[in-house]
């Protein structure tokens, strides 16, 4: 990676950290400037609008978000304990230990789920993408005999999803200090819903 990759990389790290507290349309060239300590007419030579900023910053996010969850959870074993691993890794994700803000697409998704354009268009991208591996991940479960043939992997991607998000609710704006506790049992009662019978 050149110096001017490495650059980009660097600040693509802090411009998500900040839209990860103040969300995608807080973000500006200018808030970015002061917190580089670049001048804005550099980060214009990076970015060119603040459109083409957010955009960098989902899809940089979305490399460390797969870092971070997807290739882990991948590298267990197949089944369900590849399942516990992507949740596991995910509440990690969506806990404050990776952006400091939680997860940041959760945010964007409520900032621009009803404005057209190509940062709505990444996001529901992305997120198809998302439900896509949560499923395949789901699907390793049934091919290993730990799930019941029958089960729909996109209905169990959708439940999972919706586990995480009540969580980051519970956790973030409810500060409820149970909230990683109750998301854990509903974890389990999903799984419980999906075993073979024994």
């Known amino acids: ?4 990759e490495s650059t980009k990389q660097a600040i693509l790290d802090e411009a998500a950290e900040i839209a990860s507290r103040v969300g995608l349309q807080g973000l500006t060239i200018g ?6 300590e670049l001048s804005k007419s550099g980060l214009f030579a ?10 960098d910053v989902l899809r940089h996010t979305r490399d460390r978000f797969v870092d971070v969850v997807v290739r882990p959870a991948l590298a267990t074993r197949r089944g369900e304990p590849r399942v516990r691993a992507f949740f596991e890794h995910w509440m990690r994700w969506c806990s404050g ?14 900032e621009f789920d009803d404005r057209p354009g190509p940062v709505r268009d990444l996001l529901v991208s992305d997120e198809r993408d998302l439900r896509d591996t949560i499923a395949q991940v789901c699907r390793t479960g049934v091919a290993e005999g730990h799930f019941r043939d029958d089960v729909d992997p996109h209905q169990f991607a959708q439940d999972l999803h919706g586990i995480v998000l009540a969580y ?14 109750r998301a854990g049992r509903a974890f389990e009662t999903l799984l419980d ?6």
């Open 1 to 4: 990676m050149g110096k001017g």
């Open 46 to 55: 990076h970015f060119r609008s603040k459109e083409s900023l957010q955009l």
């Open 193 to 198: 819903s999906l075993r073979a019978a024994r």
């Open 31 to 36: 808030t970015l400037a002061a917190r580089t």
């Open 168 to 181: 980051i609710h519970s956790a973030r704006l409810l500060d409820d200090p149970a909230a990683r506790q």
């Open 97 to 110: 230990d990776v952006l400091s803000g939680g997860c940041l697409f959760t945010t964007a998704a409520t």
